[in-house]
């Protein structure tokens, strides 16, 4: 057994020990419940799994602020434009306004010599619009198309080997010899559109990007992705800072909005400064073409408990590129808006849909934590199993018997979430941050349980968000839900019944009364300013030229 081996399997014991211990030591400081402080009569406790979590955040914040200044330094970087770059563009039932503000948003990109593919989700005459807009926005003199009857991996009706084989032929000519294509091809999912462009390409471009049909480029976006990928050959892919293009169409999209910035500017900017991201976003990334061939067959034939995988492509793809060892990175350099559902019942499908595949990857990507920094480990650590904690705390409180524990619990969530929402409004230097502060409520009451349903029906991928041109409903990510607000008023119930049947003591009226009346004032003075700030600016914003200007 040579060195190289050995040191390889003591980075597994190693990382797999720091993994355990971690957890085991929050799980037992959860357990145990020490407690550095306490009031009289238990009404304000700090105890040590709540110190952990405020460490994480300030940590989480001050490497995100470092990679933050790294950003800003890689300006100084000058680099040469001239490696090989294709864009890869995924469409199923778009909208045809969106879809037209996406290829124009293409057309205005300024990376040097970029090839552009549509591949289109569906080869029916209710999918033809898409092509003409194609043809239309990108010029039906430079635009090549393709209606294909199969795809790589299902033959259309009346194909035969010889008809197939030729189409197959013709698919790659096409991609090859034409720097902006349009291909329509039988239905098959995401992964198999992208499988498309992917595998006409071949070897043939230095770098490829992967974008949806419902998104708006910053035309800068391919140049400073590259720029990353350049600066560094140990960085397989890079993600960009993707932003809501629809977000003053409900309050549902607003604040997709201000978490989103979230996630992108602090989880992930953090995540990169040690070069492990865990999801380069499908709406603006970017990949070295050479490692997306070491594992193209293996991505595309993805299987989970013995099912084919249909969705957390992008997810999947980021992990592939960290199993080889190489880094994944993000800069908000590189910029794009997309669309999010504007109704609850579309977001909660779609976060239910993610989280499936979030905890899917996480098995994953465990496999491969050993390649990485430590913070790799440490992180999915801590969000994998925050949630578990989380829902243990509030049955834990709703059941104690005591009211003001139910109104302490609610007056944490929503202080630690005014605490973390501040923060970003000072580092975004903007006070529409401030509002991240309500995504608490909706984490609380409905992704908390949509996170809890999606590891229940983890095997299960007939049902998530649909195309947007026709919208789908569908009631199934209800029952969490009800589920979840069936357990926790009953736990209310229990409480109101135990308090009544003891003496209530003046000092908890007081207690209870001031606490209402704080939680009360939040409410009121955040809607108050959510009505007449963010409705104003809505109404404003929502002229036709906003949609084309990226809102920093």
């Known amino acids: ?78 680099i040469k434009l001239n490696k090989s770059l294709a864009l890869c563009i995924a469409a199923y039932q778009e909208d045809p306004n969106y879809l037209r503000k996406c290829l124009v948003s293409v057309k205005r990109l300024t990376y040097p010599g970029i090839k552009v593919i549509m591949v289109i989700d569906g080869n029916s005459n209710d999918d033809l619009y898409m092509l003409d807009i194609f043809k239309e926005v990108m010029g039906w003199d430079k635009a090549a198309s393709y209606v294909w009857k199969s795809n790589y991996h299902s033959r259309g009706p009346d194909e035969t080997d010889e008809s197939y084989a030729e189409s197959v032929k013709q698919v790659s000519r096409l991609v090859l010899n034409n720097k902006c294509l349009c291909i329509m091809q039988k239905w098959g999912g995401k992964r198999e559109v992208m499988y498309t462009a992917f595998k006409a390409l071949g070897r ?38 993707v932003q809501i293009l629809n977000k003053y169409e409900s309050w549902i999209s ?19 400064y040690f070069g492990c991201v865990q999801c380069i976003s499908g709406p603006l990334g970017m990949y070295r073409n050479s490692l997306l061939h070491e594992f193209l067959e293996d991505w595309y034939n993805q299987t989970f408990m013995g099912s084919h995988c249909s969705f957390g492509d992008d997810r999947h793809l980021t992990n592939r590129v960290l199993s080889l060892g190489y880094a994944t990175k993000y800069t908000a350099r590189s910029k794009c808006l997309t669309e999010t559902p504007i109704t609850y019942l579309r977001w909660l499908n779609q976060q239910t849909r993610w989280s499936k595949s979030y905890f899917r990857e996480w098995l994953y990507n ?22 578990f904690f989380l829902i243990a705390t509030a049955i834990q409180l709703f059941y104690q018997g005591r009211l003001w524990n139910i109104l302490l619990f609610l ?58 041109k026709t919208i789908v409903v569908n009631f199934i990510g209800l029952i969490p839900i009800s589920v979840w607000f069936t357990i926790l008023f009953i736990g209310i119930i229990y409480t109101v019944i135990l308090q009544t049947k003891k003496p209530f003591p003046d000092t908890e009226k007081i207690v209870l009364v001031v606490g209402a009346v704080v939680y009360a004032s939040y409410w009121v003075i955040l809607l108050t300013l959510y009505a007449v700030l963010i409705n104003k600016c809505g109404k404003r914003k929502k002229e036709t030229h906003y949609d084309m200007v990226l809102d920093v």
């Open 366 to 387: 465990s496999m491969w934590f050993h390649k990485h920094h430590l913070w790799m480990t440490y992180e999915a650590v801590i969000t994998g199993f925050f949630p």
């Open 1 to 78: 057994m040579d060195c190289q081996k050995v040191l390889t399997y003591l980075r597994i014991f190693g990382t797999a020990m720091f993994g355990v211990s971690l957890l085991v030591g929050i799980s037992t400081a959860y357990i145990m419940g020490y407690q550095f402080f306490t009031t009289a009569r238990n009404h304000l406790s700090f105890g040590l799994y709540g110190a952990i979590l405020v460490v994480h955040l300030i940590i989480q914040s001050l490497f995100a602020l470092l990679e933050h200044r790294n950003m800003r330094r890689s300006l100084e970087t000058p």
């Open 254 to 272: 607003f604040l997709s909005s201000v978490r989103y910035w979230m996630a992108f500017n602090i989880e992930r900017a953090c995540q990169s």
């Open 204 to 241: 043939t471009v230095d770098y490829v990007q992967v974008c949806d049909s419902d998104t708006m480029l910053d035309p800068a976006s391919s140049v400073e992705m590259v720029k990353v990928l350049e600066e560094d050959p140990m960085v397989g892919g890079v993600g960009g800072d």
């Open 411 to 468: 007056l944490i969530v929503q202080a630690v979430a005014l605490i973390k929402s501040s923060f970003a409004s000072c580092l975004r230097g903007n006070i529409v941050m401030v509002f991240m502060s309500f995504y608490s409520v909706l984490y609380m009451s409905s992704l908390l349980p949509a996170k809890m349903f999606a590891i229940a029906t983890i095997n299960k991928s007939g049902w998530g968000t649909s195309g947007r």
